[in-house]
């Protein structure tokens, strides 16, 4: 009888976390047990998934809910924490497999704590690469920590990349969407509304996530992320705009061939692939049926319509305390677009301008060394970022 997996969910009522959980649902009974749980404000949610799944631990990062998940939980002999530090508290509980869910830098900490267990770690918080690559690549080698990535772009070229065969790698390209505005012109981009932005055209995602693709900041991120992931320089990952987001990485070899992985759009296949790795497990995904979709087109990214992508190549390759900040000012520079603080072109805007003032800034940090380095530089970097906004909104 094969051992059951314990698993730990960091980010469980997102997108990502609620499909791992219910591929954990549809497994055959026993084959999973639930360490622990985590959201950050969703506490009615989270009193959900806990009492459907009987975790080990849940945590809420807003401590404003712990009295209604205590409550709500009285008596069920369900370990709880709440507010600034539980999340990581969580992440520190002994798992098997764990899924770092948690969007964009708050994921880094307790992504931390969990490589730190030396078993396997699927994440889609890209951020953790973004931020502090070197570092972050280096404790889990330390560790000893399988990295199982959840993107369907990494995913795929995780699954087509033969380590074996790495020197006669040319190149890996990721595919990208194009988002809802592949075909809207600047002029019409400048006018985007918040709703406009929100209706992606192929993928169910939280909306920061959906507004880095509207940008196409999130294929910036992913470029990062996949030079740490492969080991490859800026120059050999390529992006290509396919809107059927059928094929989702490509891996090209040195005598011609290219094997590429295909699928359905569904972020349960990539999430199945690093749940059952090194199996695979069934998963309830729609059937590729290539004969019915007839076409896949593929297409350059227009960086001049789309300049997140360029910012964030720059980034790489300048290194050093770039990818943080550009990563910091993004961050900052949604949530300005979805309270509707700035335009929709602002956005890539804010981030430039940030990166510019970030190197000679007396009060950032000029070097990347150690993890409090990268929470000064994203501390930093918010700053000024919500300073260029304040400013240009007097």
Not at 316 to 333: D, K
Request: hydrophobic share 50%; net charge negative; aromatic share 6%.
């Amino acid at each position: 009888m094969a051992k059951t997996r314990k698993i730990s969910v960091l980010g469980a009522t997102g997108s990502v976390g609620a499909a791992t959980l219910d591929l954990i649902e549809r497994a055959p009974a026993g084959a999973f047990e639930l360490a622990a749980l985590t959201a950050h404000t969703n506490v009615d949610e989270l009193i959900r998934l806990a009492l459907k799944f009987r975790p080990e631990m849940v945590a809420l990062a807003d401590s404003s809910g712990e009295a209604k998940l205590r409550d709500a939980l009285d008596g069920l002999g369900i370990a709880i924490a709440c507010g600034e530090g539980a999340v990581v508290e969580a992440a520190r509980r002994p798992a098997d497999w764990t899924m770092a869910a948690i969007v964009g830098a708050a994921g880094l900490r307790p992504t931390l704590e969990a490589l730190k267990q030396g078993n396997a770690l699927a994440f889609a918080n890209k951020e953790c690469l973004v931020c502090a690559g070197g570092l972050f690549m280096q404790a889990a080698t330390k560790a000893g920590t399988e990295l199982l990535p959840v993107d369907s772009e990494h995913n795929a070229i995780f699954q087509v990349f033969d380590n074996r065969q790495k020197k006669q790698i040319d190149k890996i390209t990721l595919t990208a969407s194009g988002g809802p505005f592949r075909t809207w012109t600047s002029q019409q981009m400048d006018n985007a509304r918040r709703a406009d932005a929100l209706a992606h055209p192929t993928w169910e995602m939280g909306a920061k996530i959906t507004i880095d693709s509207a940008t196409m900041m999130n294929k910036g991120l992913e470029i990062i992320e996949a030079c740490w992931l492969f080991d490859l320089p800026e120059t050999r990952v390529d992006v290509a705009v396919h809107p059927q987001s059928i094929v989702h990485g490509l891996v090209h070899y040195a005598d011609g061939s290219v094997l590429a992985q295909m699928g359905s759009p569904d972020m349960r296949t990539p999430i199945a692939n690093a749940l059952s790795w090194p199996q695979r497990m069934q998963a309830p995904v729609k059937p590729l049926d290539l004969c019915a979709i007839s076409r896949l087109d593929f297409e350059a990214p227009d960086l001049a319509r789309f300049p997140a992508m360029r910012l964030a190549r720059e980034a790489v390759g300048q290194g050093g305390i770039l990818p943080a900040v550009l990563n910091a000012a993004n961050e900052i520079a949604v949530d300005a677009f979805l309270a509707e603080r700035i335009g929709f072109l602002d956005i890539a805007g804010t981030v430039e301008n940030v990166m510019e003032a970030a190197l000679g800034d007396a009060d950032m940090p000029q070097q990347l060394s150690s993890f409090d380095d990268v929470y000064a530089i994203d501390h930093r970097a918010r700053e000024l970022a919500r300073d260029l906004i304040a400013v240009a909104a007097a």
